[in-house]
């Protein structure tokens, strides 16, 4: 039962576009949720989050959308860069219980 | 450190033989998760430790998979008996469980099982 679903396994973008990474969830008892970047041979790292009671928060070129009616959120990356190439991890968590992770979506930013 | 740090970095294993994972939280983290990487895939969730309550080991695949938190701290995660399937990244992270609970990764141990 995957409670945190990234339906999209991987996605290109042209450099300077804007890439949107997309993130579903089930359990609607949610109140943090958040992204994390992954490249390889190294461990995620901490993108941005969102609390459960705003709609949007922005943090340079990430964005990160939250609508909670459709228990969905997504990652807004504008303009793309050729270093933003990396496997982005949706996640989400209740307070004080364990995070849940998605599976992930590979972004390549084409130069 | 200021970081979660693991050992070994990597560790190539024969099959059947038992190996032991380490990892240090971050200082005053309450929180410790284990997930593992296999080749193309994501994460996934292992075992959670929180404060002194008893851990959530739902995400353990079997019963040669355990692991411990000595002293609120250090986490000792153990394979026996490693089987081929279980070659995977193993990575820890540690947090607070105050505030977005965002959890801060160690670099991972790459688990060859031969």
């Known amino acids: 039962d995957q409670q945190v679903k990234q339906n999209s396994p991987s996605l290109s973008v042209q450099e300077g576009r804007i890439s949107i990474l997309n993130c579903d969830y089930t359990n609607s008892m949610f109140d943090y949720f958040l992204w994390y970047k992954k490249y390889p041979a190294e461990g995620p790292t901490f993108l941005i989050s969102?609390?459960?009671?705003?709609d949007k928060n922005e943090d340079g070129r990430f964005t990160v959308f939250l609508n909670k009616s459709a228990k969905h959120l997504s990652l807004h990356i504008v303009p793309s860069q050729p270093g933003d190439s990396a496997v982005y991890f949706c996640a989400a968590r209740t307070s004080y219980d364990k995070v849940i992770f998605g599976p992930g979506t590979s972004l390549s930013v084409i130069p | 450190g200021a970081g979660v740090s693991q050992s070994p970095s990597n560790k190539v294993t024969e099959k059947g033989k038992d190996v032991e994972l380490r990892c240090d939280p971050i200082?005053?983290?309450?929180?410790l998760y284990w997930y593992r990487q296999s080749l193309g895939q994501g994460l996934e969730f292992l075992i959670y430790?929180?404060?002194?309550?008893?851990?959530?080991k739902s995400g353990l695949p079997s019963d040669r998979f355990s692991a411990e938190r000595t002293g609120g701290s250090v986490s000792t995660l153990t394979i026996q008996r490693t089987q081929q399937e279980d070659s995977a990244v193993y990575l820890c992270a540690s947090s607070l469980q105050t505030g977005t609970g965002e959890a801060f990764f160690g670099q991972g141990t790459r688990l060859t099982v031969v």
């Open positions: 430790f929180q404060g002194n309550s008893a851990p959530d």
């Open positions: 200082s005053g983290h309450t929180a």
């Open positions: 969102i609390s459960s009671i705003k």
